[in-house]
DNA sequence: CTAGATTAGTTGGTGTACAAATTAATAGCC
DNA sequence: GGCTATTAATTTGTACACCAACTAATCTAG
């Protein structure tokens, strides 16, 4: 990923940021995951009640605007959630193509024990919160390069 | 992420480490597709490649080493890359449950068309070397901080 | 107003990741 | 040496991500 006179560099494993961002998103994730199955979420499901304690109602299009999933992966996901109890999909009523998705108590009350989590995940990495920052900072302008990039994310 | 006195922060997802791993990851990962469509490769098995064109021979056990995967996931992908004529596995002589995974002639050739991928993603980018570099030792870092967390990594 | 284009969400297909179970081979201990 | 524990890889199951196709609703242009 680095241009470099050396081409056996070029291709080294370590060297690829693609691989260190894969690599840590899952590092990381992993460290959720006992977190939340008590709650029996997966983190994507976590990452979609964020959205909703935060933002709700959502459409499935604005859900997947917050999260970068398309409906495809919403689809099934939030029929997940649903049957777990904790939120509902109802027809929008100004639009019926739209849905509105909205928290159930159950989905609201589990907030209280989501909040636990980051500083139990911040706890477990042993980081200081100044280098979390820096790092998310760093993720953000990365994130935006490839927005910036003319083939990628179509809207 | 962030153990912050405002709660209503706590949870935003904006603020999640992990959410921006995720979208950064899955953002980058994205910007390779194109280029890897021609050479009929997905990303993880670009990453195989990497690892074999590296180091082969290796086991399915040193691989899922070197790429984090576990052996469930490696197993059919290897099993797709071998139909692709890119690599074949044997039993290691020493130790027959062990594989040998090695790569073919076309394997081999494959990598001169990969060693334009790396300059061309960061031509995508257009973003600086150096901040590539900085983004990849932070990101080394909160890899090694996972690895560090007692409850993680069960090698 | 109407027909065609666009949009929202669902469904189906493919390839991962992760977890558990299984089979066969090897290591280690008595 | 033999038995038990451990290990390597495969298979099965579940939940994603991404992509394409599809249906129904809405928008837009003529």
Redesign the interface.
């Known amino acids: 990923?680095?241009?470099v006179t050396d081409?056996t560099d070029?291709?080294?494993?370590d060297?690829?940021?693609?691989?260190?961002?894969?690599?840590?998103?899952?590092?990381?994730?992993?460290?959720?995951r006992?977190l939340l199955q008590p709650m029996g979420l997966t983190?994507p499901q976590y990452?979609v009640m964020?959205?909703l304690?935060?933002h709700e109602p959502l459409s499935v299009k604005e859900l997947g605007e917050?999260?970068?999933l398309d409906p495809g992966t919403l689809s099934p996901l939030l029929k997940r959630l649903q049957a777990l109890g904790y939120l509902s999909r109802e027809r929008n009523t100004k639009d019926e193509r739209a849905l509105a998705v909205t928290l159930t108590p159950a989905g609201r009350a589990l907030?209280a024990e989501?909040?636990k989590i980051?500083?139990a995940?911040?706890e477990?990495?042993?980081?200081e919160?100044a280098?979390?920052?820096?790092?998310?900072g760093?993720?953000?302008?990365?994130?935006a390069?490839?927005?910036?990039?003319p083939?990628?994310r179509k809207v």
Chains 1, 2 share one sequence.
């Open positions: 990923m680095e241009s081409t070029l291709l080294a494993l060297r690829q940021v693609c691989f260190a961002l894969s690599i840590a998103s899952r590092s990381v994730i992993g460290l959720y006992p983190h990452l964020l959205a304690w935060q917050l999260l970068r907030r989501a909040e980051p500083p995940i911040v477990r990495l042993g980081m919160l280098e979390l920052q820096h790092l998310h760093a993720l953000m302008r990365v994130i390069a490839t927005d910036r990039d083939g990628s």
